[in-house]
T-cell receptor
Framework: KAGVTQTPRYLIKTRGQQVTLSCSPI?????VSWYQQTPGQGLQFLFE???????NKGNFPGRFSGRQFSNSRSEMNVSTLELGDSALYLC????????????FGAGTRLSVL | KNEVEQSPQNLTAQEGEFITINCSYS?????LHWLQQHPGGGIVSLFM???GKKKHGRLIATINIQEKHSSLHITASHPRDSAVYIC???????????FGTGTRLQVFP
């Protein structure tokens, strides 16, 4: 069974640009969660999608958004990038919810210059 | 004060030693995860607990709901166990996942 796939693995953007990250969950998994990891703040929950609906959201500004498609693939978008958005963005999938075992992708490392 | 506290922050051990990493939390939870993160960023979920104890190979995780405390034990530690171990809880009221700051473990041969 293929694991969670995140693309791209690395991304360099400049301030003010926008970026879209992609996550393909394990086949059969319907819950996809997104996390941001920075050296200063550690891991923080961004949002969770289930059956194309956002089920929960962390404390991030509206510049961070996401969506989930009918095949459970998910995208995350960050608009008007700021230097502080430089981070490792991780996606995790699970069968039904974050109360199940989560399977993480390798992450997308975003650098904002 | 963080809602999820881990101790110690850093841990070094000799190969073969028994290791304990602690996690305390201050909120009501529906579940607790132990995660392992190797250099390069990849995260592996080790355990998901809501009560009691779980064992997988040389790893044992326990949780005491009344004391709001969980421990991760590694028996017969090995250099390949060197990683950051992260505790995360699901807040029962908000359903949000809250992470601890991690424990960096280095096991030397």
């Amino acid at each position: 069974k293929a694991g969670v796939t995140q693309t791209p693995r690395y991304l360099i953007k400049t301030r003010g640009q926008q970026v879209t990250l992609s996550c393909s969950p394990i086949s059969g998994h319907r819950s996809v969660s997104w996390y941001q990891q920075t050296p200063g703040q550690g891991l923080q929950f961004l949002f969770e999608y289930f059956s194309e609906t956002q089920r929960n959201k962390g404390n991030f500004p509206g510049r961070f958004s996401g969506r989930q498609f009918s095949n459970s693939r998910s995208e995350m978008n960050v608009s008007t990038l700021e230097l502080g958005d430089s981070a490792l963005y991780l996606c995790a999938s699970s069968l039904r919810s974050r109360g199940d075992i989560q399977y993480f992708g390798a992450g997308t490392r975003l650098s904002v210059l | 004060k963080n809602e999820v506290e881990q101790s110690p922050q850093n841990l070094t051990a000799q190969e073969g030693e028994f290791i304990t990493i602690n996690c305390s939390y201050s909120v009501g939870i529906s579940a607790l995860h132990w995660l392992q993160q190797h250099p390069g960023g990849g995260i592996v979920s080790l355990f998901m607990l809501s009560s009691g104890k779980k064992k997988h190979g040389r790893l044992i995780a326990t949780i005491n709901i009344q004391e709001k405390h969980s421990s991760l034990h590694i028996t017969a530690s090995h250099p390949r166990d060197s990683a950051v171990y992260i505790c995360a809880v699901i807040n029962y009221n908000t359903d949000k996942l809250i992470f601890g700051t991690g424990t960096r473990l280095q096991v030397f041969p």
